[in-house]
């Protein structure tokens, strides 16, 4: 027993009470190696990731109660992680509603808690965006997101807020142009630095504001001219 070892048993034959002592020893032994063994394949499982089987041996005493407490730790190793499987599942699908609400303890608890944080801050985000998106598809260029975000989220809700802001500020530009215009005045352009599809629309559009307003003011010296009697302009 000194060495760990618990399948060895009392074999020489005895009578009377050294007989009752012997079957006792025997008898505890026994239990012993049993329970031993069956923690030992328990906790085998659980290294391999197993955590379906528990100890199922009788048991006595504190070996009773170390059964009880290897048990109780396997079922909430199992359900914490059955939890876990069900909320990335549903992540997968694209649902994250779903939350760990198992009553854990320790680093158990811990990681229950960063799941839930994590899941509940990433359904805010995505729900931010659909918002936003949804605004956006309306014509609305006001709205950004405004939860908070860390790391790729983060990255990602920088780069739509730039975007939309962007939009917006193209949007207003293009407006104030074609209000100015629409009020007789070509000499208004856009003028804040844009990108892309963005950036080929204002140089398109300043292009025909600038060829209007040039258009504009030589049939205006041409009409001058003729209203003075001079006919020889042309534009």
């Not at 359900?79 to 499987?85: F, S």
């Not at 100015?180 to 630095?193: C, E, L, M, Q, Y």
Request: hydrophobic share 40%; aromatic share 2%; proline share 1%.
């Amino acid at each position: 027993m000194s060495q760990g070892q618990f399948d060895k048993q009392l074999q020489a034959p005895m009578s009377g009470d050294l007989a009752h002592l012997k079957d006792n020893i025997n008898s505890s032994l026994n239990s012993l190696d049993n329970t031993m063994n069956a923690i030992v394949e328990t906790m085998a499982n659980v290294a391999k990731g197993n955590f379906t089987d528990t100890i199922q041996v009788e048991a006595q005493g504190k070996l009773n109660e170390l059964k009880v407490s290897v048990n109780d730790s396997v079922k909430s190793m199992n359900g914490a992680v059955a939890e876990i499987n069900m909320v990335m599942g549903a992540i997968r699908q694209g649902d994250f509603s779903k939350r760990v609400n198992l009553p854990l303890q320790g680093q158990l608890e811990a990681l229950k808690d960063d799941i839930n944080f994590s899941v509940a801050n990433l359904a805010e985000i995505i729900k931010d965006i659909g918002n936003v998106m949804a605004a956006v598809s309306q014509g609305d260029f006001k709205h950004t997101i405004e939860c908070e975000a860390q790391g790729q989220l983060g990255h990602l809700k920088q780069d739509i807020n730039s975007s939309i802001t962007s939009l917006d500020k193209a949007i207003g530009e293009i407006s104030a142009v074609m209000m100015a215009i629409s009020h007789g005045r070509f000499d208004r352009t856009i003028d804040s630095p844009m990108t892309g599809q963005l950036n080929t629309l204002k140089q398109d559009i300043n292009r025909s504001v600038l060829t209007l307003d040039q258009v504009i003011q030589e049939l205006a010296s041409v009409m001058a001219a003729m209203s003075e009697g001079d006919f020889t302009q042309k534009n």
